[in-house]
């Protein structure tokens, strides 16, 4: 087959499962994912070799952007989010999606988040923008156990899990994931004005967050 098709069927496939519905993963990021799964398949990488690949790229950003290295920290943070879209497509493909996979992406996915924040943090250590980095670093760790929180306790039908999973879209979390922030990372430091990042975490962050944490109880309250 062309290598160009497989392309094009690889990205359709991930489109067809990915329960991701933003534009900058879809559209953008797993178009370009497609290819590298395409040129991967036939070596002996796995799937979680490109798991860990892709965290340490984005460790490779944080030193870049500690360093004020912007424009390289975007081209990076950028490239680990791409990696981060093949792991999975790259499983599929091969038919060899596991839990330990299924577990240890995300786990790596708010770790990435989690050290990114804190060198955001440090980054913005002596400006006034300081306690708005930790505002936002909240934001994001109470997210992340927001959403351990629910997958862990979650055990409904399948329609009330896409009922409640449309529910969420319509409630904007859709702009508060790790791929929309991503995205605000990537563009604040391509514009040369990494205080976007922050300022997006900390106030639609803490909209978001407090959405989310109110979504959990409410299912609690269901439980």
């Not at 629910?150 to 529910?167: A, C, G, V, Y």
Request: aromatic share 16%; glycine share 4%.
């Amino acid at each position: 087959m062309h290598f160009f098709t497989q392309v094009k069927e690889n990205y359709h496939q991930a489109i067809a499962v990915s329960n991701v519905k933003d534009f900058w993963t879809n559209q953008v990021c797993r178009r370009i994912a497609s290819v590298f799964v395409i040129l991967l398949n036939p070596t002996p990488i796995t799937p979680n070799i490109v798991t860990v690949v892709s965290f340490a790229v984005n460790m490779a950003a944080n030193y870049q952007l500690l360093n004020n290295q912007l424009g390289i920290a975007a081209v990076l943070f950028f490239f680990a989010h791409v990696l981060d879209c093949a792991d999975g497509q790259l499983a599929r493909l091969r038919d060899v999606v596991s839990n330990f996979g299924t577990f240890f992406d995300p786990v790596l996915d708010g770790l990435k988040d989690l050290i990114t924040f804190l060198v955001l943090i440090a980054y913005f250590s002596e400006t006034n923008l300081f306690y708005f980095s930790l505002i936002g670093m909240f934001n994001v760790s109470a997210s992340i156990v927001f959403d351990w929180v629910r997958h862990t306790i979650q055990n409904r039908p399948k329609d009330e899990k896409e009922s409640d999973k449309n529910l969420f879209i319509k409630l904007g979390i859709v702009f508060w994931s790790v791929p929309t922030r991503n995205f605000i990372l990537v563009f604040s430091l391509i514009m040369q004005y990494p205080a976007a990042i922050v300022y997006y975490t900390c106030f639609p962050g803490t909209y978001f967050t407090l959405r989310k944490a109110w979504s959990l109880v409410e299912m609690l309250k269901e439980k």
